[in-house]
Every structure is written in structure tokens, then in C-alpha cells.
């Protein structure tokens, strides 16, 4: 199961891990962003990597496709990089989900860790051994779920993002607490941003770490998870092309859609329901859907990876920190969720 570290970079076992793992090649995947705020920091604390060659990517989820992953796949191999090699994974959800998928399929698997620089990343896309890439405008559609050989989480690393970034990751926080545990909702819903602990972090990762061991593979438990993906993974889609949001901001919308969906169909109470709402308004806007979005937006639904008999499965609350799954819905009872509260802001 997958192994992870929070606490200072510099007082961690990651030097002794490299030297342990014996690599003939070390490869540091960063975004422009990591390559400038992260990797001199890095490379200071940690020992072992004066050779590692330094593999920087253009920032964003458009980065995060098969043309990109082949690209890579041809850098190692220009860098003569065998099965017994080091990638090392240092940005955000977008660097560990192509890294790892990278990592876990170029020559049948080579080694990889993470250290994730992003909320996002610290407490959800670096953790569950889920890595993949977009095809076209269909997220994640092609992954693997294999584990990195560990991951290093040092909360220093917030400090370089805006807030725009805290927010992306922060949905998932929320999240965690409303299928998990209400005490970690109740303490997200009265956070300050800027105080994000190491201790909070490793409770919010606790979540999804013990979910995993529970079910690695995703066969029953592990789809609460995806609470708020259903929709919105399909909202994150449609708007790509023109209106462009944050992955945690289309989870934030999917979780509001979601809770109201609980709610209506008496699964949980009026106070629950008020108070997800309360949190989830609080932070994020419902963005609008033109018409060609909608359409791309049910056609999106209908390909959801998570759907079963050409029905759309979703997850739903059944209290805040209790949540099910395989709940069957549709497009149409979705967007008139979305257009009531729309509505009604």
C-alpha cells in the first residue's frame, strides 16, 4: 500500500530511498511553475540528484494527453532510461497523474515518487496510485492505478501558490470531510486557507489513504471518491474549450449539484444541505453553460467512465460524512438542479 511522508523535505528519508532504489538515471518531471518555485528548493534537500536530468512541461491540464505521454516516452528513451530508473514527479495533479502514468507503463513500470506541490496534489491526485491522461475533452480516460514508490508532502510548498490554487485543491478537501467525516467538515468549513497544517493535511489524506487500502482497485468502497466528479468531470469538459475552470472549482459545482440531488430525493436533511451550501457558495460561483455547453455537457455524462449499462452512476450523501454510490441519474435532472440554483443566485 502506498507509503507517505508529511512534514519538512529536508528532514525526510528521500535522500536515503534514492540511494536505496540504486538508479543508474534520475528524471525530475516539473511544470514551468515547479521548475522555478520548487526544484531549486528540492534539489538543495535532497541528495543524489546532481545528474537527474530535468524534464520541464508547458503548465495546465492541456499538457496532460496521449501526444504528451508519448513525447515523454521517447525523452526516456533518448535518455537510455531502463526498467531499474527514477522518475521523479514534482508539481501538481497534472505532473503526478502524467508522471505516474508515465512511469507506470514505459517499459512495463519503472519507479516513480511523488512530491506534490499543490493542495490538490498533496491531498488527492499524488495519493491512490491513480495516474492517467485526457483524451480530448474526456478526463482520465486512459490510466492506470499503480502506486509510486512513496510520496513526500511538505506543506512549504503551498506558500508558492495563489489563491486561486489553495481553491482548486481545497474542493477536495471538502469532499473528503462530506464522504468521510463530518468533524473534517466542520473544521474546513471554518478555515483559514493560509493556515493549512501538516497535521490537517495528513487527516485530509488519511481519508482517502485508508478508503484505498480498503479497496485499491475501485470495485465497491473506493467510488465514493468520485462524489461531485459525475458532474463535474462533464462540466470541467464542456467548458474547456471557452470558458475554462479549475478542476477543483467543476468538483466544487458537481458536489453542490450532487448534495441538492441528495437532498431532493430525501437523503439527507434541510440543516445538511444548508450548510454544504453555505461552505461550498462561500468559495466557488456556478459558472454559466451556453447552449453548444450543455449539449457537449450530456454527451460528456453519457461517456463517464464510471457508467454501467449505458446508465449514469454518481455518488450521493446520505448525511455529511456518509456517502453511496452507484445512484443512477441523467442529464436532464442534473442540468435542472443546475438552472434552479442558477437561479436562484
Given at each position: 500500500m502506498q507509503r507517505i511522508y508529511v512534514g519538512a523535505l529536508i528532514e525526510s528519508d528521500l535522500t536515503q530511498l534514492i540511494s536505496d532504489l540504486r538508479p543508474s538515471k534520475i528524471a525530475v518531471l516539473t511544470d514551468e511553475n515547479t521548475y522555478e518555485l520548487c526544484l531549486p528548493f528540492v534539489m538543495n534537500c535532497v541528495g543524489g540528484l546532481e545528474a537527474a536530468e530535468i524534464i520541464q512541461l508547458e503548465a495546465g491540464?492541456?499538457?496532460?494527453?496521449?501526444?504528451?505521454?508519448?513525447?515523454?516516452?521517447?525523452?526516456?528513451?533518448?535518455?537510455?532510461?531502463?526498467?531499474?530508473?527514477?522518475?521523479?514527479?514534482?508539481?501538481?495533479?497534472m505532473i503526478?497523474?502524467?508522471?505516474?502514468?508515465?512511469?507506470?507503463?514505459?517499459?512495463?513500470?519503472?519507479?516513480?515518487?511523488n512530491i506534490p506541490t499543490s493542495l490538490l496534489g498533496m491531498i488527492d491526485a499524488s495519493i491512490g496510485g491513480k495516474n492517467g491522461v485526457n483524451l480530448g475533452e474526456l478526463k482520465n480516460q486512459v490510466g492506470t492505478i499503480t502506486f509510486p514508490g512513496k510520496t513526500f508532502v511538505d506543506p512549504v510548498f503551498l506558500t508558492t501558490l495563489p489563491e486561486y490554487e489553495m481553491l482548486n485543491g481545497f474542493a477536495e478537501a471538502i469532499k473528503h470531510g462530506l464522504i468521510a467525516s463530518e468533524s473534517l467538515f466542520t473544521s474546513l468549513s471554518a478555515l483559514n486557507l493560509n493556515d493549512v497544517s501538516s497535521d490537517l493535511l495528513m487527516e485530509i489524506a488519511s481519508v482517502k489513504l485508508q478508503i484505498v487500502e480498503k479497496d485499491p482497485n475501485e470495485t465497491g468502497l473506493r467510488?465514493?471518491?468520485?462524489?461531485?466528479?459525475?458532474?463535474?468531470?462533464?462540466?470541467?469538459?464542456?467548458?474547456?474549450?471557452?470558458?475554462?475552470?479549475s478542476h477543483g472549482h467543476a468538483v466544487a459545482i458537481g458536489m453542490l449539484i450532487e448534495s441538492k440531488l441528495s437532498f431532493d430525493r430525501g437523503l439527507i436533511t434541510q440543516d445538511d444541505w444548508n450548510r454544504i451550501a453555505a461552505l461550498l457558495l462561500k468559495?466557488?460561483?456556478?459558472?454559466?453553460?451556453?447552449?453548444?455547453?450543455?449539449?457537449?455537457?450530456?454527451?460528456?455524462?453519457?461517456?463517464?467512465?464510471?457508467?454501467?449499462?449505458?446508465?449514469?452512476?454518481?455518488?450521493?450523501?446520505?448525511?455529511?460524512?456518509?456517502?453511496?454510490?452507484?445512484?443512477?441519474?441523467?442529464?436532464?435532472?442534473?442540468?435542472?438542479?443546475?438552472?434552479?440554483?442558477?437561479?436562484?443566485?
Open positions: 491540464e492541456a499538457t496532460k494527453d496521449l501526444e504528451m505521454a508519448a513525447n515523454l516516452y521517447s525523452l526516456l528513451s533518448d535518455y537510455e532510461f531502463g526498467r531499474r530508473d527514477l522518475l521523479i514527479n514534482l508539481g501538481g495533479g503526478s497523474d502524467l508522471g505516474g502514468f508515465v512511469a507506470a507503463t514505459y517499459k512495463r513500470g519503472i519507479a516513480f515518487i467510488k465514493v471518491l468520485n462524489f461531485g466528479h459525475t458532474f463535474g468531470h462533464a462540466l470541467e469538459g464542456a467548458l474547456m474549450k471557452d470558458h475554462a475552470i468559495h466557488y460561483t456556478i459558472p454559466v453553460m451556453t447552449e453548444e455547453e450543455r449539449e457537449n455537457f450530456s454527451q460528456l455524462l453519457r461517456n463517464d467512465k464510471k457508467n454501467r449499462d449505458a446508465k449514469v452512476l454518481t455518488c450521493l450523501l446520505t448525511s455529511i460524512g456518509s456517502c453511496i454510490y452507484d445512484q443512477e441519474v441523467d442529464a436532464k435532472e442534473f442540468l435542472k438542479i443546475y438552472d434552479e440554483l442558477r437561479a436562484s443566485i
